[in-house]
Nanobody, 118 residues
């Protein structure tokens, strides 16, 4: 059993900052990539940022220069700055996790709401 638990969402004014965190627990043989997706009302879920096992990171163009993803063992965080109303969405943690040497599965967190509004 593997679980991803997110924290850190909330309401923030435009231009403000928030930090999201996600902790993986359970049967963790190894973790490949960990990242963040978001889904705004009426829109498809989209990749925000991802941290690969080799240390490389990738960001959606819309958040480059404003968001920073970081990873420490089984935890991934997303520091969000200069937030805009269009960043409003439910943010989901996602990870590629091996529960055994042979089984690689993708796991999702439950989601955390971020609202950017004055």
């Amino acid at each position: 059993q593997v679980s991803l638990v997110e924290s850190g969402g909330g309401l923030v004014q435009p231009g403000g900052s928030l930090r999201l965190s996600c902790a993986a627990s359970g049967r963790l043989f190894s973790i490949n990539d960990m990242g963040w997706y978001r889904q705004a009302p009426g829109k498809q879920r989209e990749l925000v940022a991802i941290s690969s096992s080799d240390g490389s990171t990738n960001y959606a163009d819309s958040v480059k220069g404003r968001f920073t993803i970081s990873r420490d063992k089984n935890t991934v965080s997303l520091q969000m700055s200069s937030l805009k109303p269009e960043d409003t969405a439910v943010y989901y943690c996602n990870a590629g996790i091996r529960e055994t040497r042979w089984a690689l599965n993708r796991h999702w967190g439950q989601g955390t709401q971020v609202v950017v509004s004055s």
